[in-house]
């Protein structure tokens, strides 16, 4: 489990995140209960979310959840992408009808922008770090993806973020620190 440091600023961002998800849980099940009536005469149905549609965002919003307070922040950031992304694409499909297009949006919204990475992208290389030039390929590869990307603000402050941590890898590299401190220098020549 990874905490950031600064548990104040966690238990801040958690309580929004607490707050957050039961609000579009509830929003999500208000769409689907909408057409329902409940004393037997004959209403007008209003409009309803797909049932199929209404699980999957409401499981998406309890995986946020779960992965936030287990500690997996860029784990739930990236599901709260998704969230949005899912949500876009409901309504790009004429899936959500207007009455809820907005605070659905609105609500998946403010999720992304509340849960946000800080952790440096995790590497993949088993036995030596990468070597500068593979640092400099990853930056420019997230900075294309940041312009290719748009508008979705919580994307582009995570691709910051991560951009930012992989200059700091290139400078250390740079200097034959490396990420694990042991450079490619002459240190430790002694007996």
């Known amino acids: 489990m990874v905490i950031p440091p600064g548990r104040g600023v966690v238990s801040a961002r958690l309580g929004a995140v607490h707050r957050l998800v039961p609000c579009l849980t509830a929003l999500v099940c208000a769409a689907v209960l909408a057409?329902?009536?409940g004393n037997g005469e004959e209403t007008a149905p209003g409009p309803t979310l797909?049932?199929?549609?209404?699980?999957d965002?409401?499981?998406r919003s309890d995986a946020i959840a779960a992965s936030y307070a287990g500690g997996d922040v860029c784990g739930a950031a990236g599901q709260a992408d998704d969230l949005l992304a899912a949500?876009?694409?409901?309504?790009?499909?004429?899936?959500?009808?207007?009455e809820f297009q907005e605070s659905?949006?609105?609500?998946?919204?403010?999720?992304?922008?509340e849960i946000n990475c800080t952790e440096a992208p995790a590497t993949t290389e088993e036995e030596a770090p990468p070597?500068?030039?593979a640092l400099v390929e990853e930056r420019d590869a997230l900075e294309a993806e940041k312009k290719d990307k748009g508008k979705a603000k919580g994307r582009d402050r995570r691709l910051d973020e991560q951009i930012k941590a992989l200059e700091q890898e290139i400078e250390a590299c740079e200097?034959?620190?490396g990420e694990d401190?042991?450079?490619d220098g002459d240190e430790g020549d002694g007996e």
């Open 175 to 177: 200097q034959g620190e």
């Open 104 to 113: 659905l949006t609105g609500t998946a919204n403010k999720l992304v922008n």
């Open 131 to 133: 070597d500068c030039a």
């Open 50 to 55: 797909p049932q199929g549609l209404a699980a």
């Open 35 to 37: 057409g329902c009536g």
């Open 87 to 98: 949500v876009l694409a409901a309504i790009d499909e004429g899936r959500v009808p207007p």
């Open 57 to 59: 965002l409401a499981d």
């Open 181 to 183: 401190g042991n450079g």
